[in-house]
């Protein structure tokens, strides 16, 4: 089972398996946003569809619910070797829209939009964070174009029927595992 966690709670250790070359690869899987604020909910959506798939038996994936504290997904991708961060990103793109930036040591490769997280942007806490903790060479943020951010336990219908895509894109990301076929969304 992977390392679901709180952020906020004792830190978790990281277990890693082997890939067929050898290398062990960690992974943590963040979701950020507020899930009574609509459409800000999608990262905790697509997250609670990893947890409920294959990706509950992998050991060397953690997977956190950040909300809205940008060191809280700091400290969750601490010690991986790579992270990839869910969210809702307004750019003006119609909504339902999957954005995709990668952080790639210790800089965004081409413009980000803001991502505000309450207390710190995140790409400011990114810089930030490479002093106080271990952060991955490698950081995918992938996010949703919202329709609607205010207070809501649900999600707009375009963001509802772009989180199987989210689900599938993440898991294109995740490293392979020796001897286990890839397995559908059935969530």
Not at 60 to 75: K, R, Y
Request: hydrophobic share 40%; charged share 25%; aromatic share 4%.
């Amino acid at each position: 089972m992977p390392a679901t966690r709180d952020p906020q709670s004792d830190r978790t250790d990281r277990t890693a398996i082997a890939q067929g070359d050898g290398e062990a690869t960690s992974v943590a899987v963040i979701a950020v946003g507020n899930p009574i604020m609509g459409d800000d909910g999608v990262g905790a959506r697509v997250l609670e569809r990893l947890e409920a798939g294959p990706e509950a038996d992998r050991p060397d994936l953690t997977l956190a619910n950040a909300a809205t504290t940008a060191f809280f997904a700091l400290e969750a991708m601490s010690g991986c070797d790579r992270a990839i961060v869910l969210d809702a990103i307004a750019t003006g793109a119609a909504p339902g829209t999957v954005h995709q930036y990668r952080y790639v040591d210790g800089a965004f490769a081409g413009e980000i939009p803001e991502m505000t997280m309450h207390d710190f942007s995140f790409a400011e806490a990114l810089q930030a964070g490479r002093e106080a903790y271990d952060l991955p060479g490698e950081v995918l943020i992938l996010g949703v174009e919202p329709k609607r951010i205010e207070m809501s336990m649900t999600l707009s219908e375009p963001i509802e029927q772009a989180v199987p895509a989210l689900v599938a894109r993440v898991r294109e990301e995740l490293p392979d595992r020796p001897n286990h076929p890839p397995q559908a969304d059935n969530a």
